[in-house]
């Protein structure tokens, strides 16, 4: 499985959860296989405020899941419609979050927990 966490700035598997998806400076992926690790910076990063392009933002990488603190209802609808699930985080760092991912701790995040309105860079909990 490949995950795709938003992160703040890139300390690989110690890298901090970045509070909203659309927003985030970059995306640390992780294969769960080969426990292989990449980085990418957000290449949609100066979108306009609702108009995310989850794909554009990861650079067109493949993934099976993503992991964040927040994210608006286009980009989830996005990337459920691709088959990919949106898991909201549960711990501050990527490998926390993948231990919990791995444990089947994580909620899954849907439409009803979108993002909206905020123009802070975070996402209150619904």
């Known amino acids: 499985m490949k995950v795709c966490f938003a992160v703040e700035k890139d300390e690989g598997i110690d ?3 970045y509070g909203h998806f659309g927003t985030a400076p970059a995306f640390v992926m992780i294969d ?3 426990d292989g690790l990449a980085t990418v910076g957000n290449k949609d990063l100066n979108h306009v405020h609702g108009g995310c392009n989850p794909f554009q933002a990861i650079g067109g990488q493949a993934i099976d899941a993503v992991v964040v603190g927040g994210i608006g209802g286009g ?5 459920n419609a691709r088959g990919i699930k949106v898991y909201r985080s549960g ?3 990527v490998k926390q979050n993948m231990d919990l991912l791995k444990e089947g701790k994580l909620p899954l995040l849907t ?3 979108a993002c909206g309105g905020h123009t802070d860079g975070s996402c209150g909990h619904h």
Do not use: P, R, W, Y
């Open 15 to 17: 890298s901090a959860v």
């Open 111 to 113: 439409m009803q927990h």
């Open 91 to 93: 711990a501050e760092t």
């Open 32 to 34: 769960t296989e080969t």
């Open 75 to 79: 980009a989830i609808s996005g990337l």
